[in-house]
T-cell receptor, first 115, second 115 residues
């Protein structure tokens, strides 16, 4: 089955620790995205990547880092510099072509809790 | 900056009632418009989309939305809701036709349907 997988589903972290969230897709999509979802805030863009080895900051990139070494993978690192990291993190992908009009497909999410 | 406003934070309806969820966006040019739904414990999934053509678009599960360009609106409707429609609904917009760019989401509307 084609789709997007995120792991782990639940993640607990102590303050001051970095943690990496995994996102893998087998849809052969060029573009990938990371969003953060907080209650009553909708989805806010952290980073996105339109092609391998390239990525751009979104609206709330501070305290986060990403890499895009492979087309199918777009891991997100939540660093100790992120002041309020407890949230639900969603990864998405799209074909990245004009014809797709940017319809995005979402993974199941990772819920991060900082203790 | 582009933005998306969803007027209702929480809507409570009885089964068989009609539904309309408001969505307005701020962008003067060409837009692609989306409604996504997040059922409890499930992935965020596409409900319907508008790219061009007929401003009345139909989606899954009996939902439809009307694009009114003069009002910058893309309201979601369903003539008769079911208990299974209980979910969170997000309106999203992508400005222009630039490939691989991220969506801007509204803050979401929680719909609760009582049987």
């Amino acid at each position: 089955d084609g789709g997007i997988t995120q792991s782990p589903k639940y993640l607990f972290r102590k303050e001051g620790q970095n943690v990496t969230l995994s996102c893998e897709q087998n849809l052969n999509h060029d573009a990938m995205y990371w969003y953060r979802q907080d209650p009553g805030q909708g989805l806010r863009l952290i980073y996105y990547s339109q092609i391998v080895n390239d990525f751009q900051k979104g609206d709330i990139a501070e305290g986060y880092s990403v890499s895009r070494e492979k087309k199918e993978s777009f891991p997100l690192t939540v660093t100790s510099a992120q002041k309020n990291p407890t949230a639900f993190y969603l990864c998405a992908s799209s074909t990245g072509t004009y014809q797709s009009y940017n319809e995005q497909f979402f993974g199941p999410g990772t819920r991060l809790t900082v203790l | 900056a582009q933005s998306v406003s969803q007027h209702n934070h929480h809507v409570i309806l009885s089964e068989a009632a009609s539904l309309e969820l408001g969505c307005n966006y701020s962008y003067g040019g060409t837009v692609n418009l989306f409604w996504y739904v997040q059922y409890p414990g499930q992935h965020l999934q596409l409900l319907l989309k508008y790219f061009s053509g007929d401003p009345l678009v139909k989606g899954i599960k009996g939902f439809e939305a009307e694009f009114i360009k003069s009002k910058f609106s893309f309201n979601l409707r369903k003539p008769s809701v079911q208990w299974s429609d209980t979910a969170e609904y997000f309106c999203a917009v992508n400005a222009g036709h630039q490939a691989g760019t991220a969506l801007i989401f509204g803050k979401g509307t929680t719909l609760s349907v009582s049987s």
